[in-house]
């Protein structure tokens, strides 16, 4: 009753793979929205900095608490929106994973996804490296009062995670595909069997 | 496996092994006790806590799992739960040595230290032989499982499929685990209880089959599973044919140590004695049920012609207490005691030569000059070189 070849193997593999990435994925929408939330919520003072410096965006009239939650309002409604696809893609992963009948609309969605993470990868890790001051102070301090200060410098930790994310959905993306080639094969060779 | 096993069907053996009754109980009694004989009971009754056999769900809870700690969990464990089937076994490809050393700790049937533990229970009476029944019996339930707390090898995941019967067709479904201990596991509906998931490797929720609930101890359950330590492998776990498996054995195991020329073997199964009741033990086994103690009190009744009494743990705690401290060691739970200290030792021993400290140091390295336990010294090698 067990098939234990190399193949079906392989095939578990995927599977077990694309589960856990499945979860991974969903964790990284939440991680998303409640860091865009948090930022508006922590760094208030930054934000309208940025606001009221900007000629389009700065209304004399408003006060900062009204800008700060029609701003929280519309970051809420499209973070909801992130995150939402985020969990779609990764409940998609796990029931595919699991061996439940799923949409296959999740595979292009990852790879949208995975050309959107790489741009923003690379975007953050320029941005970070040319805002670092690498003089003696920064290298023996660890001084990073410049990203602090700037809502837009990305910080080490959100480079690392965003490289993480590109690799897991780069996982998740070839599981994917693995999973339905080996489901193919096997459904091919069932047929031939019974024919046979 | 449960008292249904350890204690009715090990009674049934004996008696069919040719035992008298008095020792068939002595020898149920004694397989059943290994799995209630915890640190807290010997406590109270002033024996020595290094002869536990198993630990209580709260002395778990609290159990220290530093180095020491472990090693003596693992100590218990292995010794009279999961008795390791193969402390040479290569490694699963690459793999370090902390890795392999777990590995070859997964407990597994007919093993050398089968062997070892039957051949030690030669001619030590029926508490010797009851200790033996019951590992032997659990190297079949708890195939697979090592007695280390281990989360990468004793972990399983969503990949569980029981395999029930439908009218006249099999039917896979996909065991559901819920981790609320008071709650009933549920055959009928594949919803069993399992220990929660803890990502730390050595947490005690890692410990022997607790991730697989109890399956592994329902007689009636047929089921596959992805093992941790076994690189996607599956593994197919077919409980009424292992029971059968493990209750023949027995049979064999038994009539081995009433031969005084007698040497145990791997790899005999004495289905022949079970013929007139074959097809009763294996309804016994296939039915869907968590405990099948009633089914096998009445095969017992069958078989010897009286009727087993209910498990009773403190049977003989009296007898022991009342002793004096030179005549306890002649008493059941004195004689209990001593076979269980030998059995710790010598598996301890075996996987401290594997070259494994997973377990400790045993006894026997006492001589090298390293400290060991005091009590196994009182006990069993004074005593013994007294004698």
Do not use: C, K, Q
């Given at each position: 009753m067990v098939d234990n070849t190399r193949e079906q193997i392989r095939y578990r593999k995927s599977c077990s793979t694309l589960v856990r990435v499945g979860y991974g994925t969903i964790m990284i929408g939440w991680w998303r929205a409640a860091r865009y939330i948090g930022l508006i919520l922590l760094k208030k003072s930054l934000v309208l900095q940025q606001i009221r410096g900007n000629d389009v965006l700065?209304?004399?009239?408003?006060s900062d608490t009204r800008i700060i939650l029609i701003l929280l309002a519309l970051v809420t409604a499209l973070m909801s929106f992130v995150a939402l696809m985020h969990l779609f893609i990764g409940l998609s992963a796990i029931r595919e994973g699991m061996g439940k009948k799923t949409i296959g609309l999740y595979i292009p969605l990852t790879l949208l996804m995975i050309i959107i993470s790489f741009a923003r990868a690379l975007n953050k890790l320029s941005v970070f490296l040319s805002s670092l001051d690498l003089n003696d102070d920064v290298l023996l301090n660890l001084n990073v009062d410049i990203i602090n200060n700037?809502?837009?410098?990305?910080t080490f930790a959100s480079v690392i995670i965003e490289l993480t994310f590109m690799i897991m959905l780069t996982e998740q993306f070839f599981a994917a595909v693995r999973i339905r080639w080996y489901r193919r094969q096997m459904k091919k060779n069932q047929t031939e069997s019974q024919s046979g | 496996m449960q008292i249904d096993f350890h204690y009715y069907a090990t009674y049934c053996a004996a008696v069919i092994a040719g035992y008298s009754c008095r020792d068939s109980e002595k020898i149920a009694w004694c397989a059943q006790f290994v799995d209630r004989c915890t640190k807290t009971f010997l406590d109270r009754i002033g024996g020595?806590?290094?002869?536990?056999?198993t630990q209580l769900q709260l002395e778990m809870m609290e159990a220290d799992t530093s180095l020491l700690g472990l090693q003596e969990i693992t100590r218990i464990w292995a010794s009279f739960?999961?008795?390791?089937?193969?402390?040479?076994a290569q490694g699963p490809g690459k793999c370090s040595r902390r890795f392999l050393h777990k590995y070859r700790l997964i407990c597994n049937t007919d093993s050398e230290l089968l062997v070892d533990t039957v051949e030690l229970a030669r001619a030590k009476g029926p508490e010797a032989a009851g200790i033996a029944m019951h590992v032997l019996a659990d190297t079949w339930a708890h195939r697979?499982?090592?007695?280390?707390?281990?989360l990468v090898i004793n972990n399983t995941g969503y990949y569980f499929y029981e395999i029930m019967r439908e009218g006249d067709r099999e039917v896979e479904k996909a065991v559901k685990f819920n981790h609320n201990p008071v709650t009933k596991d549920r055959p009928d509906r594949a919803v069993y209880t399992n220990t929660m998931y803890q990502g730390?490797?050595?947490?005690?929720?890692?410990?022997?089959h607790g991730r697989a609930g109890h399956l592994p101890d329902y007689s009636y359950a047929r089921y596959r599973y992805m093992p941790?330590?076994?690189?996607y492998m599956e593994i197919m776990k077919d409980n009424p044919l292992d029971y059968m498996h493990a209750f023949c054995q027995m049979i064999y195991a038994l009539k081995s140590l009433r031969d005084p020329d007698g040497r145990f073997e791997t790899?005999?199964?004495?289905?022949e004695a079970i013929r007139p009741w074959e097809e009763t033990i294996r309804q016994i086994f296939e039915v869907?049920?968590?405990?099948d103690s009633e089914d096998w009190k009445k095969l017992g009744v069958e078989i010897s012609g009286r009727a087993l009494e209910d498990f009773d743990e403190e049977k003989y705690e009296k007898e022991y207490v009342e002793a004096d401290q030179d005549s306890r060691d002649d008493t059941v739970l004195g004689r209990f005691i001593m076979a269980a200290l030998a059995q710790k030792s010598m598996v301890t021993s075996r996987i401290f030569s594997s070259g494994s400290l997973l377990a400790g140091y045993?006894?026997?390295?006492?001589?090298?000059?390293l400290k060991d336990i005091r009590d196994f010294f009182k006990n069993l090698i004074d005593k013994g070189s007294k004698k």
């Open positions: 700065s209304y004399p009239g408003i700037s809502l837009v410098t990305p | 020595p806590v290094s002869a536990a056999t739960h999961f008795l390791p089937g193969d402390l040479y697979y499982f090592a007695g280390t707390p281990s730390t490797e050595r947490s005690m929720m890692n410990l022997g941790s330590w076994g690189g790899g005999h199964y004495d289905r869907r049920r968590l405990l045993p006894a026997d390295y006492r001589f090298n000059g």
